[in-house]
């Protein structure tokens, strides 16, 4: 399998959008399996208590089992918590399951509420003898708290905006949420990517959907569209990515290209972008 040019340093993305549906978990996985399959590093954060992520990923998840929710509230490391995946040597899990639900109430009332995983994280990665490429955490549907610290662990935001009518009504008020927590909490925080999924090319909506993302967002949005496919949508059931379950369909051709692109966002694209995001 090809390499892609790897990070100089590791790369923290999350994968958010407050719409359920419009394809965060599917990319993030994807991307995470096609980053992983061309030779980086990769550590996937499940935060969402539907665990599909950690579902789509082979990893166990059931209520009780070690997960992002014991991490949140410090009673295990990430180290203590991960899983490797069992499909890809170079890919790591760190499952959620139903038991999250309750951390948003049980943590909030802690000083450091919006910082719970990116203090898990950095004290992870101060103790870790392994070098990560990318951490990419997959949010929940919504702008609470566990996507606020999702938010605060990262330098970079991926949005993935789905190729329908109402794509963009909603993207204002995560712009302007995403402008908020830069302002309050993570000044380094950057949307540094846009994926358009579930595109039909026999469709208009679907181009005039991706036009006007483009018009709006040049430099963020990718060039490559992820195509409406049923395999995209099977492969979980068989607790897959589509990468391993039709290697050379459509969807896994289309993320492998999406994730190429992400991973030539370099050091000096991504200060293109914030100083353009800036100045707009
Ligand atoms: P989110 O995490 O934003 O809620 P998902 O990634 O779970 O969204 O996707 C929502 C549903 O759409 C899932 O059933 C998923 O399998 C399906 N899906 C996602 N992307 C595609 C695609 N490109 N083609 C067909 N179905 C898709
Ligand atoms: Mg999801």
Known sequence: HTRFPKPSKTRYI???????????????????A??????SKVLVIDTD??????TALGVKHNPGDLSTYDVLEGRKTIAEVKQQSPAFKNLEVVPASIDLSGAELEVASMENRNNLLKDALSEFMKSSKTHYDYVIIDCPPSLGLLVINAMCAVNEVLIPIQAEYYALEGLGQLINTIGLIQKHYNPGLLVSTMLVTMFDRRTLLSKEIYDKVHEHYPHIVLETTIPRSVKISEAP??????IEY???GM???????????IARRSPSVLKMIKNKEQRS
């Open 14 to 32: 999350a994968v958010a959008n407050q719409k359920g549906g419009v394809g965060k978990t599917t990319s993030a996985i994807n991307i995470a």
């Open 34 to 39: 096609a980053l992983a399959l061309a030779h």
């Open 49 to 54: 208590p539907q665990g599909n992520a950690s």
């Open 237 to 242: 059931s068989f607790a897959q990515s589509v």
């Open 246 to 248: 039709d290697p050379h």
């Open 251 to 261: 969807g896994a051709v289309s993320y492998r290209e999406a994730a190429l692109e």
